[in-house]
């Protein structure tokens, strides 16, 4: 465990519901108003599970995109706004109601774990032998913007942690 992540520490902020003091080691939320627009975006994004994406676009070919791999199971192409040197996007080219990891079910396991060995086969023809990082967005709070599962894999540049 990371030590310096704040995990068993105290908290000095207390709270008062039902008249009864409840000690609380997360810090205060922010006001709904001070939402930072990516979290704004991606609550916007929020579509039911069924409904189409750009990323079924994509898969179609109706949109371009850089592809850097591409087989019968999955679709991985360049992120069009990267977050680091090498942002690539992994995607099943069959959602099968799959539009979030937290929606994930037992017949899901193989293509996760598929796309899992995408990424580290895709971060190896990129060059990223010195690391990389793997991320899942889950639902609005998480940052999804696209609801299709999907892994970004982000390399190219040293990463932070606590990653934000």
């Keep these: 465990m990371n030590q310096n992540s704040g995990h068993g520490k105290s908290s000095t902020r207390v709270g008062v519901l039902s008249s009864h003091f409840h000690p609380s080691p997360f810090p205060p939320r922010p006001p709904r108003s001070r939402m930072a627009s990516s979290e704004k975006d991606a609550a916007l994004a929020a579509v039911p599970s069924d409904a189409p994406t750009i990323f079924d676009k994509i898969i179609r070919k109706e949109i371009p995109s850089t592809v850097v791999f591409?087989?019968?199971?999955?679709?991985?192409?360049?992120?069009?706004?990267?977050?680091?040197?090498?942002?690539?996007?992994?995607?099943?080219?069959?959602?099968?109601?799959?539009?979030?990891?937290?929606?994930?079910?037992?017949?899901?396991?193989?293509?996760?774990?598929?796309?899992?060995?995408?990424?580290?086969?895709?971060?190896?023809?990129?060059?990223?032998?010195?690391?990389?990082?793997?991320?899942?967005?889950?639902?609005?709070?998480?940052?999804?913007?696209v609801y299709h599962i999907h892994v970004h894999l982000l390399g190219g540049r040293q990463m932070n942690w606590p990653p934000g």
């Design 70 to 145: 591409e087989d019968d199971k999955v679709l991985a192409f360049r992120d069009i706004s990267p977050q680091a040197p090498t942002h690539i996007i992994i995607i099943p080219k069959v959602k099968d109601g799959l539009s979030q990891l937290s929606k994930a079910e037992e017949r899901h396991i193989e293509i996760l774990g598929y796309l899992l060995y995408v990424a580290k086969v895709v971060a190896k023809q990129e060059g990223l032998d010195d690391g990389f990082r793997i991320v899942i967005n889950d639902g609005p709070k998480g940052c999804q913007s």
